[in-house]
């Protein structure tokens, strides 16, 4: 069952083309990420869905209604949609218990509903106070329980947790996590932010140019990225000049296991040339003989693991290859380690999309 | 929630066909009638120069006393504006800038002037001493009358700046003197014009200050041809003295061009440590001392020495009864000028401040062009015309002079509201129409009531200046009535200082309410930013 149905949407501000045939359905109950670099059109795209701006073409449902579309255009005071902007945008005139009253009905505003809703956000006993005294967690969480109160059909969030502090972003990540699953609410929330779109979706659609080059499921978006350019944005990525040879492909870490989707895709094409994807976190480091010899260029040392720059020695092209170890002792610049990889390798044929 | 209503329509030809956004027409069709509005005095005028014979108003402009009151206008803007700009700019940067003792009652005392009306300050110098009187006496009036107009956007301007530019500065290897000279006059530069340009036209407008020291400008000409029924003459001068204020409008706006002003968010507020002055605060307190009692001490001492003078017939029953009535009828035609002026400038500043567009930039931009329509001018288009053309329909009523006052003072509410209402962001209102509310429901629970304060503000700026008004007062007051300013007139003119002062002394009071509000929100919102 789908919930937000979007059909070949356009949007452009003058001749600023930002928005160039977007197609998203996003199912009931589901919490879909939009994940792309700022100037990509996330906001856009989640302002068309709330009504603020008008699509020049193309259409947008929202459960069996439509919304935006060729005569069609609904009010945003008549969509029924939780919006949960970037800054909170609380009404700084009026109390927290007001703010998340504003949508209610006079009498509704007076009932239990609010104090029931800043329960939920776990700010029960707040409703007196003003957004100025409230820390930006907590405001956050107010525009939340402001937006659910109107029991809206689908809730929308534009970069909510940016504006937190790092050791806030994840408590409050969770908590919404947490209050949608219980609610059954069905979301779409907006970052640039790959880690968060990862960890809090559902699924997640990735936004290129004004298209969505991929909506897929956030494992799905890391192994498998639909070209070499999106593998570059979400996470750290090798990519390696390769040659299919049966299942595997020859490149200089050896012969790897390519992913049986990729396989598929890919065809028995043998001999063919490929772009192939390895993870950071599928190279090992090693001291021994056993493996390809590389030189460590640098290491940058996180606490819970570290990123190592190698530059392999029996390969002249200069390339250099990034793992991902766990923490523990640095190993010094200008050491000599042996790489081994691991797992199955994505790849695409060559030259199938602009690399980066 | 039923599928499939959407079968896999992609766009096609038709649906590329440009689809209608949301245009603000209803603010649209009242921000030109707003304009239509205000471009009325300049049409009546272009309309009654055409009547009184293209001709004949060339000769007019092209008589000897055209000149020289041209010389006598141009001579005293130009040294009072220098003036101004100094004794503003030195004074806002002691009070902001240094460790000046009793900082907090300077910035008060120091504007404070600014509620006393220009001939009131005028009565107090020329009817204490004789020799306050031509050019030197109009220097000194109108400079100690006028100068908080500079210090006002420079002391704002000092505050908010960034005082690591000056830090920056100064590590890169610039002196003292030169950080002063190249950054914080630099920063202050586009207030000092600011102020500069109000001061010009205020000088060009001003008639009662001007009258009382027996000056000559192009004001007091106009205003005593078009007493004397030379509606031509008086027509060809205003269209001089119009053009006057439209060149200083454009040359501010030519040298304000180039080069903009950044300013930090509001994260990066700062306030830099205040300057020491060392031996040098004893010289500069007596200054600001020497300043305060000029421009204070003189028109409320002077007021209070003639009332006291005339005690018992300023006390009796008559004159009391006329200090309250005109008080009323003052209270009365500036609450009603400036509730309209707020309210016509909310519709043309939620379009500044909400929409962009070159036709709405234009619009806007037009308003400020009444800047330049000085008082008697704009008076004297308005009384011409409804009784020449409109059969005298509102004429002689209060209706014209409230309108008078309403547009021009329009630009001082324009500036008033579009500050309030960037306290109410966009995001707000698209965050309460998401939450199920109607447009014009919107704009009362959120839009107007973040704006509140500020349209309070805007309201009390063009009632100052409505109560202080005299010139176009005197030429569109409905007969038999008075207003504290047209009463206190009448009592000057026949040197009746006595019975004068009191009137005087209430219109400084009825001013200094607005005024004290008026801080009190400035100086909040200097908070609220810093």
């Not at chain 2, 009391?320 to 309209?340: I, Q």
């Not at chain 2, 016509?344 to 931009?365: C, K, N, Q, W, Y």
């Amino acid at each position: 069952m789908r919930h937000v149905a979007v059909t070949g949407l356009h949007k452009a501000f003058g001749s600023h083309r930002v928005l160039t045939g977007v197609d998203l359905e996003v199912p009931a109950g589901s919490l879909t990420a939009i994940l792309g670099p700022s100037g990509s059109g996330k906001t856009t795209l989640l302002r068309l869905l709330a009504g603020f701006e008008r699509a020049d073409a193309g259409t947008i449902s929202i459960g069996d209604r439509l919304v935006d579309g060729p005569r069609v255009y609904v009010a945003p005071e008549r969509r029924r949609i939780g919006y949960v902007p970037q800054e909170g945008s609380l009404f700084p005139h009026l109390t927290v218990a007001a703010n998340v009253g504003f949508g209610l009905a006079a009498r509704q505003r007076r009932g239990a509903k609010v104090a029931n809703m800043l329960e939920a956000v776990g700010l029960g006993g707040f409703g007196r106070r003003y957004p100025h005294q409230l820390s930006g967690g907590q405001q956050q969480r107010v525009a939340l329980a402001r937006a659910l109160a109107i029991e809206p059909t689908v809730v929308l969030l534009d970069e909510p947790f940016a504006s937190l502090d790092a050791h806030l972003r994840a408590s409050v990540r969770a908590d919404v996590q947490e209050i949608f699953r219980r609610a059954g609410t069905t979301a779409v929330l907006v970052t640039h932010d790959q880690d968060e779109a990862l960890s809090v979706a559902d699924r997640v659609a990735a936004l290129r140019d004004g298209k969505i080059v991929q909506y897929a499921a956030p494992e799905d978006l890391y192994s498998r990225p639909a070209d070499a350019q999106l593998a570059g944005f979400i996470g750290e990525a090798n990519l390696l000049d390769g040659v299919l040879a049966g299942g595997e492909v020859k490149t200089f870490l050896g012969r790897l296991q390519v992913d049986p989707a990729a396989a598929a895709a890919l065809g028995p094409g043998h001999g063919d040339e490929v772009t192939v994807l390895v993870r950071p976190e599928q190279i090992d480091l090693g001291l021994g003989e056993d493996g390809i010899a590389a030189q460590v260029i640098s290491f940058d040392y996180y606490g819970h693991d570290a990123v190592v720059y190698l530059r392999p020695e029996h390969h002249a092209d200069g390339r250099v290859i990034i793992a991902r170890v766990a923490g523990g002792t640095p190993v010094p610049a200008g050491s000599r380690v042996t790489l081994r990889t691991r797992g199955q390798v994505f790849a695409w044929p060559k030259g199938s999309s602009a690399e980066s | 929630m039923a599928t499939g209503t959407l079968t896999g329509s992609r766009s096609t030809k038709a649906d590329l066909a440009p689809r209608r956004t949301h245009r603000p027409v209803a603010l649209l069709t009242l921000s030109w009638l707003v304009a239509a509005v205000l471009a009325l005095p300049l049409v009546f005028l272009l309309i009654e120069a055409r009547g009184a014979g293209v001709l004949d108003v060339a000769r007019l402009i092209a008589r000897p006393l055209t000149g020289s009151l041209l010389w006598n206008t141009v001579r005293l803007t130009v040294v009072v504006t220098l003036a101004c700009a100094v004794i503003g700019t030195a004074t806002a940067w002691c009070v902001e800038r240094t460790d000046l003792p009793g900082r907090r009652a300077w910035a008060v005392l120091v504007v404070v002037p600014l509620a006393i009306p220009d001939f009131v300050v005028g009565f107090g110098w020329n009817s204490l001493w004789t020799w306050a009187h031509g050019f030197l006496g109009a220097v000194i009036v109108m400079t100690l009358a006028v100068y908080p107009l500079v210090y006002l956007p420079v002391a704002a301007s000092l505050r908010s700046a960034d005082p690591g530019q000056e830090e920056v500065a100064r590590s890169l290897g610039s002196g003292q003197v030169r950080t002063f000279v190249r950054i914080t006059l630099g920063q202050a530069k586009g207030a000092i014009l600011g102020g500069c340009l109000l001061v010009a036209l205020v000088l060009l407008a001003e008639y009662g200050a001007f009258e009382i020291v027996g000056y000559q400008t192009f004001t007091t000409e106009i205003y005593s041809e078009f007493n004397n029924y030379s509606f031509a003459a008086s027509c060809a001068l205003s269209l001089v003295l119009v053009l006057l204020s439209l060149l200083v409008l454009a040359g501010e706006g030519m040298v304000r061009g180039r080069g903009r002003v950044t300013r930090p968010g509001p994260m990066a507020q700062r306030t830099s440590p205040p300057q020491r002055l060392g031996w040098a605060r004893w010289p500069v307190l007596a200054l600001f001392a020497a300043l305060v009692l000029l421009a204070l001490g003189v028109p409320v001492g002077a007021a209070a020495y003639w009332m006291a003078d005339g005690l018992p017939p300023a006390l009796s029953g008559g004159a009391n009864v006329s200090l309250l009535d005109a008080a009323g009828h003052t209270a009365l035609y500036g609450g009603t000028a400036a509730a309209l002026a707020t309210v016509a400038a909310i519709p043309v500043a939620l379009l500044a401040v909400r929409h962009s567009g070159r036709m709405r930039h234009f619009l806007e931009r037009s308003t400020y062009l009444v800047l330049g329509m000085p008082g008697v001018v704009i008076a004297f288009a308005l009384s011409y015309f409804t009784e020449r053309y409109a059969a005298g329909f509102g004429y002689g009523s209060s209706m014209l002079l409230i309108v008078c006052y309403a547009i021009m003072f329009f630009p001082l509410a324009l500036v008033g509201v579009k500050a309030s209402l960037a306290r109410a962001p966009a995001s707000l209102d698209e965050m309460a129409r998401s939450l199920g509310r109607r447009r014009p429901e919107v704009l009362c629970r959120v839009t107007l009531r973040l704006a509140g304060p500020g349209l309070v503000a805007a309201f009390c700026l063009v009632f100052l200046s409505a109560v202080t008004e005299l010139t176009a007062t005197l030429l569109l007051i409905p007969t038999g009535t008075q207003t504290l300013a047209t009463q206190f007139w009448a009592y000057e003119s026949n040197l009746s200082y006595s019975q004068a002062a009191p009137f005087a002394l209430v219109m400084i009071v009825v001013a200094a309410v607005p005024s004290a509000i008026l801080g009190r929100f400035f100086n909040r919102s200097a908070q609220a930013r810093g």
